[in-house]
Structure formats: structure tokens, C-alpha cells
């Protein structure tokens, strides 16, 4: 278990940094993807971010998390905007 949250807590420094960057890409045509996953023989866990511009300037953030584990599985999603 020790290895998974190892692994998950990579997963969870990393994104911020993804999110981080996508602003200065932003554009109305332009958008952000990536993520990361972790597993072990308990558990395992996979995010997504994802970045995208509407046509009036806002910049949105999805962050999907998806967790499956001996305890069930679960789906986390978050949105974020700031104005442009």
C-alpha cells in the first residue's frame, strides 16, 4: 500500500503543475489534457485534468478522479473557472 500512495501522492504534485500551464495555452481554440494513474494489487487510481477556453474568455478546469479499491470504487469530479 505503502508503493500506491507513493505513487498517488506523485500523481496528486503533478497535476497542479498541468493545471498551472494551461492557462498560458488558453485560447477559445486551444485546450489542456493530461493526468495519471497509480495501481497496486489493493487499489488503484486514475485523474484527468482537463483545460479548456469558452468563446467568451473563461478558462475551465475538469479534474476527474477515478478510484477503485478493495473498499469499492468511486468517481470524483471537480470544475473550476476563472474569467478571462
Not at 504534485?13 to 498541468?18: C, I, N, Q, R, S
Not at 497509480?38 to 485523474?47: C, L, P, R
Amino acid at each position: 500500500m505503502n508503493g500506491f500512495l507513493r505513487r498517488a501522492g506523485l500523481i496528486a504534485a503533478a497535476v497542479p503543475v498541468f493545471a498551472l500551464a494551461a492557462p498560458a495555452a488558453a485560447s477559445a481554440e486551444a485546450a489542456f489534457f493530461g493526468g495519471g494513474t497509480a495501481a497496486n494489487h489493493e487499489s488503484a487510481v486514475v485523474t484527468v485534468v482537463k483545460s479548456f477556453t469558452r468563446a467568451d474568455g473563461t478558462v475551465v478546469y475538469r479534474t476527474t478522479t477515478y478510484t477503485a479499491g478493495l473498499g469499492g470504487a468511486h468517481v470524483n469530479v471537480t470544475y473550476s473557472t476563472a474569467a478571462g
